[in-house]
Every structure is written in structure tokens, then in C-alpha cells.
Nanobody, 125 residues
């Protein structure tokens, strides 16, 4: 079992940057893949980015490719999402999720059994 806690959300102006973090408990987290998802009011939860257990494999949604970067520090049991060139449409609650398979190419929420509580990111125009 792994527990996830997101942090680092906040209010930022369009064009700005923000880094959100996902801290995990559990001795085997370094073997898990992690995904970032987001959910805006009235919309479905959508895939943002994913990283495999070794950080050798990463994937991104087309809407964030070139602007967002996912990374991880297994020594700290933490996964990061650096968000640059933020747009108002990036406003959402951002969730991290963990997948024990470690593969890192899952893009659908049901493929991740473990979830954090989310952190709000608001981008003002």
C-alpha cells in the first residue's frame, strides 16, 4: 500500500510557472509508475503526464507537451510536475496516482489504484 500527498499548488498568472510535488510513503514506491491527472470543474479527470519507475520512460498529454516536465527522485520518494507557460485552461485540481506495475504508460484513471487528495492550481489571465 502506498499513500500519496500532493503539494505546491497555488495561484499563478498566465505565462508563469509552478512545480507541484507528489510525496509517497511506502518502501516500494521506487518501483511504481506515477501519473499526474487534472480535473477542472464540470469536466472529467484527464491525463497530464506519467513516468515509469526508473524515470526512463515518460509520456505527456498533447495539451501540455513542451510546457510540462515530469520527473522523480526515488531517494526522496517524490515525483514532480514542473509546469511552465501556464494558461488559464490549465486551471484544475491536480492529482498524482501510482501504479505498482511500474510501466508508466497508462493514461486512464482506472489504471491507477492509488491516488492523492489533489492540489489546486489556478492560472489567472
Amino acid at each position: 500500500q502506498v499513500q500519496l500527498v500532493e503539494s505546491g499548488g497555488g495561484l499563478v498568472q498566465a505565462g508563469g510557472s509552478l512545480r507541484v510535488s507528489c510525496a509517497a510513503s511506502g518502501p516500494t514506491f521506487s518501483t511504481y509508475a506515477v501519473g499526474w491527472f487534472r480535473q477542472a470543474p464540470g469536466k472529467e479527470r484527464e491525463f497530464v503526464a506519467a513516468i515509469n519507475w526508473s524515470a526512463g520512460g515518460k509520456s505527456y498529454a498533447d495539451s501540455v507537451k513542451g510546457r510540462f516536465t515530469i520527473s522523480r527522485d526515488n531517494a526522496k520518494n517524490t515525483v514532480y510536475l514542473l509546469m511552465n507557460s501556464l494558461k488559464p485552461e490549465d486551471t484544475a485540481v491536480y492529482y498524482c496516482a501510482a501504479d505498482p506495475s511500474g510501466r508508466g504508460y497508462y493514461t486512464r484513471p482506472y489504471e491507477y489504484p492509488y491516488w492523492g487528495q489533489g492540489t489546486q492550481v489556478t492560472v489567472s489571465s
